[in-house]
T-cell receptor, first 114, second 114 residues
Framework: AQSVTQLGSHVSVSEGALVLLRCNYS??????LFWYVQYPNQGLQLLLK??????LVKGINGFEAEFKKSETSFHLTKPSAHMSDAAEYFC????????????FGKGTRLSVIA | DVKVTQSSRYLVKRTGEKVFLECVQD?????MFWYRQDPGLGLRLIYF???????EKGDIPEGYSVSREKKERFSLILESASTNQTSMYLC?????????????FGPGTRLTVT
């Protein structure tokens, strides 16, 4: 069965510092991978997704993620953190190769310190 | 602009009450999903639907049922609410295209059962 592990339930960075949120997945089929962000009292919003092709995926708000099959990882990065990046981030993987529900990780809360 | 709306942002119900959570999407999406979100547990899939009058159990369907009479509307029903169903409930929808399309989320309903 597909699964997602997000390392670190809470990550704290200084404003302007590198943001690195870790995600490892387990999948028996070629995975489709997603990162979502949730701001306080809101639903989830898609940051980026990997389906096929280029392994470095660029998303909104300056975020990007790299699919590394050999490491079964899909870590999310941003070169310079902004206060507005403070939110909860979820990594997700498709259950099958078709259009099926996603399996979500438990989330990582990002705090940005001024 | 795509939109998923949920009938209530906050809801307080008593133990034993029958509770209806409504979700409407305006994107003509085939797929709709109900998740619950709890701190430290991430998003867990309750039920989903690929088409009108179709439903599939997710990972935690016990104590819940769903209804999809129209394409745009997906209702989650708590037959007899219990305190352990106090949670944030998120609805999502997606298109049935090739591959795995992103899910669009509503703002969530925070349900408290007393």
């Amino acid at each position: 069965a597909q699964s997602v592990t997000q390392l670190g339930s809470h990550v704290s960075v200084s404003e302007g510092a590198l943001v690195l949120l870790r995600c490892n997945y387990s999948s028996s089929v070629p995975p489709y991978l997603f990162w979502y962000v949730q701001y306080p009292n809101q639903g989830l919003q898609l940051l980026l997704k990997y389906t096929t092709g280029a392994t470095l995926v660029k998303g909104i708000n300056g975020f990007e993620a790299e699919f590394k099959k050999s490491e079964t990882s899909f870590h999310l990065t941003k070169p310079s953190a902004h206060m507005s990046d403070a939110a909860e981030y979820f990594c997700a993987v498709s259950r099958n190769s078709g259009n099926t529900p996603l399996v979500f990780g438990k989330g990582t809360r990002l705090s940005v310190i001024a | 602009d795509v939109k998923v709306t949920q009938s209530s942002r906050y809801l307080v119900k008593r133990t034993g009450e029958k509770v209806f959570l409504e979700c409407v999407q305006d994107m003509d999406h085939e797929n709709m999903f109900w998740y619950r979100q709890d701190p430290g547990l991430g998003l867990r899939l309750i039920y989903f639907s690929y088409d009108v009058k179709m439903k599939e159990k997710g990972d935690i369907p016990e104590g819940y049922s769903v209804s999809r009479e129209k394409k745009e509307r997906f209702s989650l029903i708590l037959e007899s609410a219990s305190t352990n169903q106090t949670s944030m409930y998120l609805c999502a929808s997606s298109s049935s295209g090739q591959g795995v399309d992103e899910q669009y989320f509503g703002p969530g309903t925070r349900l408290t059962v007393t």
